[in-house]
C-alpha cells in the first residue's frame, strides 16, 4: 500500500517534495512512478524511477525541474519539484508496477496506486 504526502499550495517558482511511501517492500524489478491529474484533463505521466539499479526517468514538461529519488532503508519514494508553474496545478499520485521501458508512461502499467496529494501552484 503506498502513501503519498507533502502536496501545498506554491507561489510560482516556488518547490515542493513530496513523498510515496509504502506500507510493505519494493522489491527488485518494481518501477515507481509519479502521475497526476488536473481539473479535466487525463492522468499524465511525471516521471519514474526503477526500484532496483535507480534509473530515472521524466515527461518533457518536468525535465530540469524535478528529480525522483529513492530511500531504500525507508522504502519511501520523493519527487522533489522545483521552479514549479501554475500548470503544474494537479492531484499527483505514485503507483507500483512492472512496466517495460516502452510502457513506462502509461497509468495501465502500474497496478498499485496511492492516494493522491494536491499540489497548487499559484500567486
Known amino acids: 500500500q503506498l502513501q503519498a504526502s507533502g502536496g501545498g499550495l506554491v507561489h510560482p517558482g516556488g518547490s515542493l517534495r513530496l513523498s510515496c511511501a509504502a506500507s510493505?517492500?519494493?522489491?527488485?524489478?518494481?518501477?515507481i512512478g509519479w502521475f497526476r491529474q488536473a481539473p479535466g484533463k487525463e492522468r499524465e505521466f511525471v516521471s519514474a524511477i526503477r526500484w532496483s539499479g535507480g534509473s530515472t526517468y521524466y515527461s518533457d514538461s518536468v525535465k530540469g525541474r524535478f528529480a525522483i529519488s529513492r530511500d531504500n532503508a525507508k522504502n519511501t519514494m520523493y519527487l522533489q519539484m522545483n521552479s514549479l508553474k501554475p500548470e503544474d496545478t494537479a492531484v499527483y499520485s505514485c503507483?507500483?508496477?512492472?512496466?517495460?521501458?516502452?510502457?513506462?508512461?502509461?497509468?495501465?502499467?502500474?497496478?498499485?496506486w496511492g492516494q493522491g496529494t494536491q499540489v497548487t501552484v499559484s500567486s
Open positions: 503507483a507500483v508496477g512492472k512496466p517495460i521501458l516502452s510502457s513506462l508512461r502509461e497509468p495501465s502499467m502500474y497496478y498499485s
Open positions: 510493505g517492500r519494493f522489491f527488485s524489478g518494481y518501477t
